[in-house]
């Protein structure tokens, strides 16, 4: 690896981390140096617990469930619209303690549920449903929940069921968390299920069967509880699975060539908030352990793909001492998950992943940095630069290709232009060339497709496409020299005219 004396202190920062974890991993160099994200905005929240992205005729949204400020957990909650190149506020919704947005669509129309958790002297409140009226959320429906920490929507044979995770009732943590079915005109009790400080549903299917985990975060005396899967039987839940977890709060299911994995966020033990969170792969019965992720507090796992390659990302709060640790992406290698990017976070509850015109976007919930609740959460994007081949072409035998029009979003270090032209009809005079423009000369005439791919400084690339026309010689399209009755014969073939 070069070390080049006119480079950013970025550049400088990322090349000696690299040349670090390249001499003592045997992890491959280019997943562990990638930056694959960087800050796109920050927003200001108050205790933020959760993002939740959806999108409405086209517009993206995001709203954040926001917890307290110093003195009240009675404040609103806000959601956000995209206007092209940030997201500004659009709706504040009165919320208790906010923990959890869910969005759902049935028949058309758009949802969203808070699990509202504490008004500051009960937990015992009510969860409200939202719905879209074409301009903005409306309360739809309230449901009665006791300190409601989630909310998870799924469906199964075209009914749509919303579950919420129950963590107390003032005097317990040992309280049925429920699950509600949609009637056509509201949502109705389907179903009580005994939890223990329930904090997170995630719902998924395995080969056409539905299955819910509950994240059961502690009871009066230990977070050291065992969390719990469940199997739709055609009617009802039923219990298939109990594992042992440490303050469980949060379950996230994904899939990767085929096979299913579900990954727990455990928060801490009885004495710690440093310890392992746990990836599980389903063996056609049941789930079993495949990895274990050092976390610090962890809050919840986040899964996406991004080119084929699936990502992890999980929410750190705590370890130990502050607020203020670094909260980690993931990418699977191989058989297991490997880091590829710390990010600094405050607290972190949640991450939030979206794209937007086919760009990833992450959303981290910032709670807490250790003095104050109104604090800045932060909106990511993935690192991409964008290339740019330039107008059509149209030259005779020489071409002059220009890629000055490209850009990295993140800092503007493109290291690489690699440009490859593709003749319509004969491979054999296909040509490259290299760098931002360039110059090819004896083009034979015909159409070319020019393909530019540019690579930043993380290694990240990206491709466009511009057409060009070759004539050759001045007039003479079979390249023989002269200009003679022949070459329209050569011009026709070339151009297909």
């Known amino acids: 690896m070069k070390i080049n004396l006119n480079v950013s202190i970025r550049e400088w920062i990322t090349t000696l981390i690299c040349l670090f974890v390249i001499t003592w991993m045997t992890v491959p160099p280019l997943a562990v140096c990638q930056e694959l994200v960087y800050s796109l905005q920050k927003v200001p929240t108050s205790g933020a617990y959760d993002w939740e992205s959806f999108v409405i005729d086209g517009e993206t949204y995001l709203a954040v469930a926001n917890y307290r400020n110093v003195s009240t957990y009675n404040i609103d909650s806000k959601i956000y619209k995209w206007d092209g190149s940030t997201f500004v506020e659009f709706q504040s919704i009165p919320t208790n303690n906010a923990q ?98 329930a904090v997170d549903w995630e719902s998924f299917s395995i080969n056409g069967d539905h299955f819910l985990a509950v994240a059961n975060f502690s009871n009066e005396s230990t977070f050291n509880l065992n969390s719990k899967i469940f199997f739709w039987t055609g009617g009802s839940f039923v219990e298939i699975q109990s594992i042992s977890t440490n303050g ?43 990895q274990k992720i050092p976390t610090k507090g962890a809050r919840d796992w986040e899964s996406f793909v991004v080119d084929g390659k699936t990502y992890l990302t999980v929410a750190n709060e705590h370890n130990d001492s502050t607020y203020n640790v670094y909260s980690v992406v993931y990418q699977w290698i191989d058989s297991s998950f490997v880091e590829v990017q710390s990010i600094p976070t405050n607290g972190a509850q949640d991450w939030e992943s979206f794209f937007i015109e ?138 297909g005219l």
């Open 358 to 495: 086919d760009q990833l976007h992450l959303a981290v919930a910032n709670r807490y940095n250790g003095s104050a609740y109104k604090i800045d959460s932060e909106i990511l994007r993935k690192e991409s630069p964008q290339a740019d081949a330039g107008e059509e072409y149209m030259v005779f035998e020489i071409a002059q290709l220009d890629g000055s029009g490209s850009q990295d979003f993140a800092d503007g270090s493109l290291v690489d232009w690699q440009w490859t032209l593709t003749h319509k009809s004969n491979s054999t005079f296909n040509r490259t060339a290299s760098g931002e423009t360039a110059i090819v000369e004896n083009l034979a005439p015909g159409f070319y497709t020019v393909t530019l791919t540019v690579t930043d400084n993380d290694s990240f690339t990206d491709t466009a496409e511009a057409v060009l026309a070759a004539f050759g010689i001045k007039g003479d399209f079979d390249r023989d020299g002269d200009v003679d009755g022949e070459d329209l014969a050569g011009f026709t073939e070339n151009f």
């Open 248 to 290: 469980a709060f949060d379950w996230e299911s994904f899939v990767i060539d085929g096979k299913n994995y579900l990954a727990v966020a455990n928060s801490r033990n009885n004495s710690s908030h440093n310890i392992n969170s746990v990836i599980y792969e389903w063996t056609g019965f049941s789930f079993t352990q495949i």
């Open 100 to 197: 959890d947005w869910e969005n759902f669509i049935i028949n058309g129309e758009t949802y969203l549920a808070v699990a509202n958790c504490s008004n500051g002297s009960t937990r015992n409140i009510d969860s409200k449903i939202y719905k879209w009226d074409g301009s903005a959320f409306v309360e739809f429906q309230s449901i009665p929940t006791n300190g409601a920490r989630g909310f998870e929507s799924f469906v199964i044979d075209g009914e749509t069921y919303l579950a919420v995770a129950n963590s107390s009732d003032d005097s317990s943590s040992s309280i049925n968390s429920k699950i509600y079915q949609w009637t056509g005109v509201a949502f109705l009790e389907k179903q009580s299920i005994p939890t223990l400080g």
